[in-house]
DNA sequence: AGCACGCCGACT
DNA sequence: GTCGGCGTGCTC
């Protein structure tokens, strides 16, 4: 008799297992490892959605199989790499298997479905990835520093797509926002046949979505461009998984079980064995351990690296240039610049609000370059695009407009307020978003830092920025701080909490930022090293699943949570996420 | 989540 | 005696 082995999409992780049901002669044609169904739970009448994830000959279930009660779509969304892919998330977060399902299968759409027919796809040729070492289309696992010019990225990722989608295999890339995707996708058209590109995110209609990841799971040789969710897409035959800009805080999934697209990525690449470059303009102190841990190799372009002068504003200095907080060198070397093209001034906010009296604001800017054109742009007044004519670009970071010929100069003010923030990763997160602005510069035009000295003014100068990543590992190794270290976040009664401590074997010195909360509940952060971290994993599941059932995990007749987990919170420690964009710094 | 089973207090 | 309280356990 053949059973059916199916995960019910129940974020409870009681049920965070599989179970065998019996297979009704009426539905043996339709049921197939992979569709969903649609399966009696605690029987009489209680049905819950799930998915195949396996036909079997025989059951080790003692009781008598209860028999699925539909299949919901013949199709197979279900992808066997994406089912081992989620189990294993779900394990290392000591999370629910079909929370991880759940952002990686989308809503399904009957009309998309029947609508839906897959054709030959056109030929593609493999482009040569200029300005790099050959090893770039090579080696395994790469962590990739991009030429610092404008869409060097969007063409870089492209030519290393083109040879995987030559040979027939299919790309991921993984994008940490939507004006990132439409850049990318935009370079990508250039070359690329349509039919050829996927696009996956969550700015699409649920039809939309429903398509896309159709063909990703349908058609092989295609490449799919999406945010974090991506890195999830059913992929027939992937041959490349490209992360871009993995320090950014969006590729972190705020969803259950909360995992990062660079960890997901990296487990995915373990699994499917295919290649995978982590690229940014920064190195993220994450990668910049993988490197030093050898389980990835380096690889920089070549060329000239672009030109970075320190400035500061000298008390001595008057005028508007003083008024508006631009030091006089910058400010001369803007002003000369505008006379040939746009200008970029990122800021820590944007001031064209009723602003108070010490913000920057737009008419400060305004005295200070006369007649020049003001172009705002910040996460409430998004622009993509400035043209080639002279203007004064004001932007949040983030929300940088691209300049199609590249920006004449570059100003990158307020350093001292960005890094004023409360956080671990203040200086991380400056570095990566000065040089996503600087590589917004035309080749050869002059950048000009205010407000930061020392060895991050130095790192820029000599553009050495992974030696700057690679101090910031040290510190963070000297302190057993993320990411030289994982943790988890514990909440729950103190009691609970205290459980979980001890069953995952926490010494004293590990268990950090105790917090009593209002409520009674007790929150606490445990570290512990990489090695342990499938060990320390299983004992907090085991942990979870005692509260969900036992008790203390009802109280007054509503479930009342016992013991939640998060591991590799990147909010910990005070830091805020950088929402692109958004202010930043003090007020 | 929901629902059944089971072992202690007030009841026709 | 036994009706039902909800604490406890299970879901193929």
């Known amino acids: 008799m053949t059973v059916a082995r199916v995960v019910v999409d129940s974020p409870l992780p009681q049920l965070d297992r599989l179970f065998d049901y019996a297979i009704p002669d009426a539905l043996a044609d339709e049921v197939a490892a992979g569709v969903r169904v649609r399966v009696p739970v605690r029987a009489q009448g209680r049905t819950m959605d799930g998915y195949v994830v396996e036909l079997a000959e025989t059951s080790d279930y003692q009781g008598r199989l209860a028999e699925i009660d539909a299949v919901v779509s013949p199709v197979p969304v279900l992808d066997p790499a994406v089912w081992r892919l989620a189990r294993r998330i779900a394990d290392r977060a000591a999370g629910v298997a079909s929370d991880v399902l759940r952002l990686a299968i989308p809503k399904r759409r009957a009309r998309v479905e029947s609508a839906f027919h897959t054709t030959a796809l056109s030929v593609v040729g493999a482009m040569p990835v200029a300005r790099y070492p050959e090893a770039v289309a090579e080696a395994d696992r790469i962590v990739l520093r991009v030429i610092p010019e404008p869409a060097a990225w969007a063409r870089t990722i492209v030519e290393l797509a083109s040879g995987v989608l030559a040979a027939g295999d299919s790309v991921i890339v993984v994008l940490p926002d939507q004006r990132d995707i439409e850049r990318l996708l935009a370079v990508a058209a250039l070359v690329l046949p349509p039919d050829r590109l996927v696009r996956l995110d969550a700015g699409q209609s649920d039809a939309e979505r429903y398509r896309s990841f159709l063909r990703a799971r349908l058609e092989p040789g295609v490449l799919i461009v999406g945010s974090r969710a991506a890195v999830l897409a059913p992929a027939q035959r992937l041959g490349l998984l490209i992360v871009w800009d993995d320090g950014d805080p969006m590729l972190h999934e705020p ?67 003083q008024q508006a907080r631009i030091p006089s060198t910058a400010w001369r070397a803007a002003s000369e610049a505008l006379r040939d093209g746009p200008v970029l001034l990122q800021v820590s906010r944007p001031g064209d609000e009723a602003a108070i009296g010490t913000e920057r604001t737009a008419a400060d800017l305004g005295r200070a370059f006369p007649r020049a054109r003001i172009i705002v742009a910040d996460a409430a007044h998004p622009v993509a695009e400035v043209g080639s004519q002279p203007a004064i670009v004001v932007a949040t970071r983030g929300a940088e407009p691209v300049a199609p010929d590249g920006y004449r100069a570059v100003l990158l003010l307020d350093g001292e307020r960005m890094l004023a923030r409360e956080s671990l990763r203040v200086a991380e997160d400056y570095v990566r978003t000065a040089a996503n602005a600087i590589a917004l510069a035309a080749p050869g035009a002059p950048v000009y830092l205010a407000g930061v000295g020392g060895r991050i003014a130095r790192a820029f100068t000599t553009w050495r920025l992974d030696e700057l990543a690679r101090e910031e590992l040290a510190e963070r190794t000297a302190a057993r701080m993320p990411p030289a270290v994982r943790t988890a976040t514990l909440l729950g009664a103190p009691a609970a909490v205290e459980a979980a401590i001890t069953a995952a074997g926490i010494a004293h010195d590990d268990v950090i930022a105790p917090v009593r909360l209002e409520d009674g509940q007790l929150r606490s952060v445990i570290r512990f090293d990489y090695r342990r971290g499938a060990e320390v994993a299983a004992a907090l599941r085991t942990e979870i699943l005692r509260h969900a059932a036992g008790r203390g995990a009802r109280r007054g007749g509503r479930a009342v949570v016992g013991l939640r987990v998060r591991f590799d919170d ?17 007020a």
């Open 255 to 321: 969803h259950a079980p909360g995992v990062h697209a660079r960890d997901v990525a990296l487990v995915r690449q373990e699994l499917s064995g295919c290649r995978l470059v982590l690229a940014a303009h920064a190195p993220s102190v994450e990668a910049e351990r993988l490197v030093e841990l050898g389980y990835c190799r380096r690889i920089e372009p070549a060329g000239r690296p672009p030109r970075v002068v320190p400035t500061v504003l000298q008390t001595g200095d008057a005028g508007p240039a």
């Open 570 to 586: 990147p909010l910990l420690f005070g830091a805020e996420p950088m929402r692109r964009g958004a202010a930043t710094g003090p």
